[in-house]
């Protein structure tokens, strides 16, 4: 049986509208007949309570045969039309058979009579009972297909996020962990004490970025340790040319956000920013809580006579971090860009989230 409408409580409101129908049955007959109360009730509730579980799997299994979607209208409504009127009449024998076994139990002359005109009029609710019980389950297994439907989307977006996630960490520039490599070869006959300490720094960013999952955020403290270890191997390479200054609000280090989403931002800076000044620059990076919404901000010094790819928006790890926010948040979570003379300036706004909220 379909889970949304036979699980146990659905099944449970399911018989008590059924018992509702049956008492409004029963009073409907005390009203025509003037039966005695006891003696409708006997008859009409186990009558409609024994009706209510033939159209639940009837129906249920005919919505089943045939689905909407891929059955014509005129099919569908020939088949619950015969199914709905064989029912109804079955329930009116069943009516006939029950209400002279009450008469046989209960020796009442007031007892429940099926004449022709309350056959009748009981073949005509039974037609209409087994019609809405259809709709019903036709309503239940829609939902449940939308719900399925749903759950699947759900899975395909976690997947694609950590298949984005994969290709980013691919994307993290080879010519890094080429320039890194070579700089600890430099330093292994320079100071082997320092290039001890960059082999270090080098396996622990990617150990680090190897434990990331796409759809579990991490706390902005994380992130910012993560663009430290970068910062600090990149630092082994341009020495005092590069420099970086943290501004961070002691309220915003435990906000959540996608993990990975300021490495591509700082590679940029240092790539696109650092790396094209004779006498290089800083590094600048502020976040900050503002109520419901955290502003994280990356600038960094820039050659004001130099067009490069980060600096006209449209690198790849802008789009990336673009397209990332808009998936994790929606409209709630947006970045921006902007070039002012010799500062290139991105700022993320993204939903304040924590652990324990």
């Known amino acids: 049986m379909s889970g949304a409408f036979w699980a146990r409580r659905s099944s449970a409101l399911y018989l008590l509208a059924w ?20 003696a409708v009730l006997l008859f009409a509730l186990p009558l409609t309570l ?18 909407l979607a891929q059955r014509s209208l005129g099919a569908v409504l020939l088949v619950f039309f015969f199914s709905g009127v064989s029912a109804a009449l079955l329930w009116c024998a069943a009516g006939s058979a029950w209400a002279a076994l009450c008469r046989l139990l209960l020796f009442e002359v007031e007892s429940v009579e099926v004449d022709r005109p309350f056959a009748a009029l009981m073949l005509g609710i039974g037609v209409l009972l087994y019609w809405m019980t259809a709709v019903g389950h ?12 749903e759950t699947r989307e759900l ?6 996020q950590d ?55 991490v706390r902005l403290r994380d992130e910012l340790e993560l663009v430290e270890r970068f910062l600090a191997i990149e630092g082994v390479r341009f020495g005092p040319r590069l420099a970086s200054e943290h501004s961070v609000g002691e309220d915003a280090l ?19 920013g650092i790396a094209g000044l004779l006498d290089g620059g800083t590094i600048r990076l502020a976040a900050e809580r503002a109520g419901s919404l955290l502003r994280i901000r990356v600038e960094n010094d820039a050659d004001p006579d130099e067009a490069g790819t980060a600096k006209t928006g449209k690198g790849i790890g802008l789009v990336n971090v673009r397209q990332r926010l808009a998936a994790a948040y929606g409209r709630e ?18 939903p304040a989230e924590t652990e324990e909220k």
């Open 19 to 38: 018992l509702m129908l049956g008492v409004l049955l029963a009073g409907l007959i005390i009203a025509t007949t003037g039966a005695s109360p006891g």
């Open 50 to 67: 024994c009706y209510a579980i033939a159209c639940g799997f009837s129906s249920y299994y005919l919505c089943r045969a045939y689905p």
């Open 138 to 149: 036709y309503l239940a297994l829609e939902f449940e297909r939308a719900r399925r439907a």
């Open 155 to 160: 899975e395909s977006r976690l997947l694609a």
């Open 163 to 217: 298949a984005e996630l994969r290709m980013l960490r691919t994307q993290i520039d080879p010519h890094f962990l080429f320039n890194s490599l070579n700089s600890v070869s430099a330093l292994t006959s320079i100071d082997p004490g320092l290039a001890r300490d960059m082999t270090l720094q080098l396996a622990g960013f990617f150990r680090q970025t190897l434990g990331l999952e796409a759809h579990r955020k």
């Open 254 to 272: 435990e906000c959540l956000l996608p993990p990975m989403i300021l490495q591509p931002l700082v590679e940029n800076a240092v790539k696109h």
């Open 333 to 350: 979570g947006s970045v921006h860009w902007a070039r002012e003379d010799a500062t290139f300036r991105v700022e993320l706004v993204l």
